[in-house]
């Protein structure tokens, strides 16, 4: 034969052989492909760029020209020379890969004895080739034998009963698909971790109850989200990506690194949106024992475990504790927030919180506990997840994204009366050295904004929210939503089902299959900040369980289409009653002062006692959703900030809120803290007392330019009863009402200083004995300096409130 005949012939069988299936009667040869169905996949045989020599059966995306490989069968027996291989499905339902002598390269051993002709190896269009039996059950998958690559909807098992868990091997080098030393793999007791042979390379904190944890590629870009499954007490990990997203997978790379990429068809290349480890302080144990890598810092770097000093400068032997434990006599635990719990744990089994810390502190060698309740995953029989360290702590790290763990540290008693006596001393030192570095930091602000256009701490922050989220449920209900159920839930969108109308969206009124109620926010399309919106308040609800929160049951991304599903609440929002004449008298007293209530409860847990320092920068009336009882929900956290454990404040040049309830620090300057919500608060408990909006005209006020002027005043000459909406008059019990008053006039202090924490302020509303401060005039309001600026402080021109900024 002639070449050119030949290769005619190759072409033919190429164009014949263009299916997704094999069946015993027609295997593969070189030049053949097999297409999933879709034509997503492709499998075949290839030779890598650099190594003709060597020829491979594997499988990479169609569709995309950077090739790509995603499974290889035969990686370490490759078919040498030019000598064509086969591969075919046996009769006894097997996948073999023969030589040109014979000989088998690789098969699958499935042990099926009985002859089963009939049985095809098929390429689905997931990527995942499965042995079929005609029956239609697949006796064998290539997502069960993984190489270095984890595609959307394939499952890692974790663990596997003492037996070795599936694991990833990378490639030894770009072109050469053979084993390497790095693997992945769970380690049989929670955790995941990279191997360089048998040393950890890099090592995922123990699994803590969280379920979700969602990856973004950039601001507008897809999400994937990987999600640990529990299969009657075996974990599994996958990943799912939103529908019509691109590309994506997840690779051990042939570096020994942890890579999430997504393809960018516009760049035509693989972008890289997630990896590990992400500096040299996140490989495995790089500060020593008892060091941990501090990743709150702008470049992570080793530090010491409170109670211990280095033992070398370069953190190469770890830290050793700077006073010996006394052992039973009065050590004590410490705690230390956001941590990634340490490797080497022992798991014990069955225990309460309590009786996990009584478990390590009646034992002189355990250093550590940390505890965390598995209920999420599926635990039924036992929920329970109590980690004690007896000896060493490494490979622990300060989470930059306050999403770590609650670590319980022994230390000797007295070396804590030593640090506070130290503090002590130490305080007022550092006190007014703060005050000089922040002189310092605000003036060199100052300058540089004037030529930069993105402030560096915006910048941190909005990496902190770009790059990682974990997504928490309670009740494992979280979940994308397809597109076509949302459209039949809300009847296509139709206008008879919209409930409201904000900056972001509309928001429509959906029944789901089965009946539940659901409200359904539409993000508006083609909006820049309708990205950020839907990630922040997808990832921030999500994570947050508070009765006095809205609650977030779902998401969905649909080409360009973004909707967040959340709880309905048939009640609408606080204002829609509030500043309604007919309306507004179905709010009593004791409703109102438990709305008033629950507010200062939600913001509390936001602010505290989550796992992460929440700023709400947009709280007001109408974010203050009402359920059946009329208990109140925050809702609306497109525009939340998180904070890290020490951050105090931030500025922004991008101040968005509404006038009347921004404080005057952040409508000015664009600096917010906590304390720009106790303003908001303020202003909001005053609208809920009097019945009149903030942003009411001056003139209906008597005089007074302005609600906040009012009430002081009125407070100043003992009438606060005359600030009162006329319709509580029967309901109400004054005491409560002139406390409100103070209350709300301490909130909206012009100095963020002065105005108290939302925790004070829920102690303040229980126990209405306690002596309270006496606020300080306000005298920046800021729908009036802002708007009029030069006119005169009484000046009708001072209307005009209401202005949405950035919306
Ligand atoms: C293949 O070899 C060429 C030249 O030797 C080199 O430039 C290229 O980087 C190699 N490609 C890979 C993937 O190793
Ligand atoms: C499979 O079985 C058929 C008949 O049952 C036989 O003709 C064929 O050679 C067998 N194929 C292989 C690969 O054993
Ligand atoms: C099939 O048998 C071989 C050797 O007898 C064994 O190594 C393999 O694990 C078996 N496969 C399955 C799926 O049981
Ligand atoms: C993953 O599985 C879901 C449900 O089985 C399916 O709708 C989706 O298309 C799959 N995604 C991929 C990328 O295969
Ligand atoms: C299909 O056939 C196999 C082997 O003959 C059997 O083990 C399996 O249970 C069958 N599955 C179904 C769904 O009938
Ligand atoms: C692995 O686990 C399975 C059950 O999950 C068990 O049947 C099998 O015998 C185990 N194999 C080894 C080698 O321990
Ligand atoms: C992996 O281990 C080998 C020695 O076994 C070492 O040479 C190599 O540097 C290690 N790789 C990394 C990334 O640390
Ligand atoms: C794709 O790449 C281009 C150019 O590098 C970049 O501007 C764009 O943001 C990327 N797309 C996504 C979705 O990340
Ligand atoms: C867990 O501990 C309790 C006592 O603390 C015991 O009654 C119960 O049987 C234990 N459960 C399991 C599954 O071991
Ligand atoms: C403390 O823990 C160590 C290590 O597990 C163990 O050997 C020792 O017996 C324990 N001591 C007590 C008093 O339980
Ligand atoms: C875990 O949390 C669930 C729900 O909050 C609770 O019912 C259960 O008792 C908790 N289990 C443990 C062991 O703390």
């Given amino acids: 034969m002639t070449p050119l005949p030949v290769f005619i012939l190759l072409l033919w069988i190429c164009f014949c052989n263009s299916e997704d299936r094999l069946t015993p009667a027609k295997p ?62 046996t009769n006894s339902s097997d996948l073999v890969l023969l030589d ?62 003492n037996n070795l868990s599936t694991h990833l091997v990378a490639w030894r080098a770009p072109d050469d698909p053979s084993t390497s030393d790095y693997s992945l793999g769970g380690d049989s007791s929670l955790q995941i971790l990279v191997w360089n042979r048998t040393r950890p390379y890099w090592r995922r904190a123990a699994l803590d109850g969280v379920l979700v944890f969602a990856m973004y590629q950039s601001k507008s870009g897809p999400i994937m989200s990987q999600t640990i499954v529990n299969r009657g007490g075996e974990f599994y990990l996958t990943y799912t990506v939103s529908d019509g997203s691109a590309s994506m997978r997840m690779v051990l790379h042939y570096t020994g690194m942890v890579k999430f990429l997504a393809w960018n068809s516009s760049s035509l290349s693989w972008d890289v949106f997630f990896e590990r480890p992400g500096s040299s302080c996140d490989r495995y144990a790089s500060c020593g024992p ?23 400068l370069d953190f190469s032997l770890g830290c050793q504790r700077k006073k010996e434990l006394n052992c039973g006599q009065g050590d004590s635990f410490i705690t230390l927030l956001n941590m990634k719990t340490p490797d080497k744990f022992l798991y014990i089994r069955n225990r309460s919180f309590d009786k996990c810390a009584a478990e390590c502190s009646r034992n002189c060698s355990c250093t550590a506990y940390a505890y965390a309740n598995l209920s999420n995953l599926g635990m039924t029989v036992d929920q329970s997840r109590c980690l004690v360290w007896m000896g060493e702590l490494v490979d622990t790290e300060k989470r930059g994204d306050g999403l770590g763990e609650t670590l319980y540290l022994r230390i000797p008693s007295s070396s804590v009366s030593k640090k506070t006596g130290a503090l002590k001393i130490a305080l007022p030192v550092m006190a007014s050295l703060l005050v000089l570095v922040c002189i310092c930091l605000v003036w060199i602000c100052k300058s540089r904004g004037k ?52 900056g972001f969206g509309i928001v429509y009124k959906g029944t789901l299959e089965g009946g539940k ?9 083609y909006s820049d900040q309708g990205m950020e919106h839907f990630r922040n308040e997808a990832v921030l609800i999500a994570k947050l369980q508070h009765r006095n929160l809205v609650r977030l049951l779902g998401y969905c991304i649909h080409g360009a289409e973004k909707l967040l599903i959340y709880e309905y609440l048939p009640n609408k929002s606080l204002d829609y009653f509030l500043f309604d004449d007919a309306k507004r008298c179905m709010l009593d007293w004791p409703t109102r002062y438990s709305i008033i209530k629950g507010v200062a409860r939600g913001l509390v847990y936001l602010h505290h006692d989550s796992r992460m320092t929440i700023i709400h920068r947009d709280l007001k009336a109408s974010n203050i959703l009402l359920d059946v009882e009329m208990r109140p929900k925050i809702s609306d956290f497109g525009m939340a900030r998180i904070f890290g454990d020490n951050q105090q404040q931030a500025d922004t040049r991008h101040v968005v809120g509404t006038y009347g309830y921004m404080s005057p620090e952040y409508a000015m300057e664009g600096i917010f803290s906590v304390k720009s919500d106790t303003y908001s608060y303020g202003v909001l408990l005053l609208e809920i007392v009097s019945g009149l909006k903030i942003s009411s005209r001056p003139y209906l006020m008597r005089d007074f330019p302005n609600l906040i002027d009012y009430a002081w005043n ?18 109400c019990s004054l005491r409560q009402v002139s406390l409100c008053i103070h209350i709300a006039l301490l909130c909206v202090q012009d100095s963020p200083g002065a105005r108290p924490l939302m925790s004070l302020v829920v102690s303040m509303l229980d126990n209405e004995a306690m002596p309270l401060t006496t606020p300080k005039q306000p005298l920046y309001f800021i729908g009036r300096r802002h708007e009029a600026e030069e006119a005169t402080e009484d000046s009708v021109n001072s209307a005009g409130l209401t202005t949405l900024v950035g919306r």
């Fill in 28 to 89: 593969l040869s070189i030049g053949d492909r097999l297409i999933s169905n879709g034509g997503i996949f492709v499998l075949g045989f290839f030779s890598p760029r650099n190594s003709t020599a060597n020829s491979y059966v594997g499988i990479w995306y169609h569709n995309i020209p950077e090739r790509t490989y995603v499974w290889v069968a035969n990686r370490d027996s490759p078919i040498t020379g030019s000598s064509p291989g086969k591969f075919l499905v």
């Fill in 100 to 161: 040109s002598k014979g000989s088998t390269l690789w098969t699958t051993r499935n042990n099926i004895t009985t002859e089963a002709p009939g049985a095809a190896a098929i390429l689905l269009d997931s990527g995942n080739l499965v042995i079929r039996l005609p029956n239609g059950t697949d006796i064998w998958q290539s997502f069960h034998h993984p190489t270095d690559t984890i595609l959307p909807n394939m499952s890692l098992q974790l663990s596997n009963n």
């Fill in 290 to 312: 008892f060091g941990y890598c501090d990743a709150t810092q702008a470049v992570a770097t080793c530090k010491c475990l409170d109670g211990f000093e280095p033992v070398s």
């Fill in 451 to 502: 030529h930069q256009t993105k402030a560096p701490m915006n910048f941190a922050m909005s990496e902190q929210l770009g790059n990682s989220y974990e997504l928490y449920d309670q009740n494992s209900e979280f979940l994308w939503i397809n597109f076509n159920d949302i459209i039949t839930a809300t009847d296509g969108f139709s206008d008879s089902n919209v409930l409201g109308k904000g």
């Fill in 517 to 525: 109620e659901v409200a359904v926010k539409r993000l508006t399309k």
């Fill in 714 to 731: 009125l407070l100043e000459e003992g009438k606060s009863g005359d600030f009162m909406d006329t319709v509580l008059l029967k309901s």
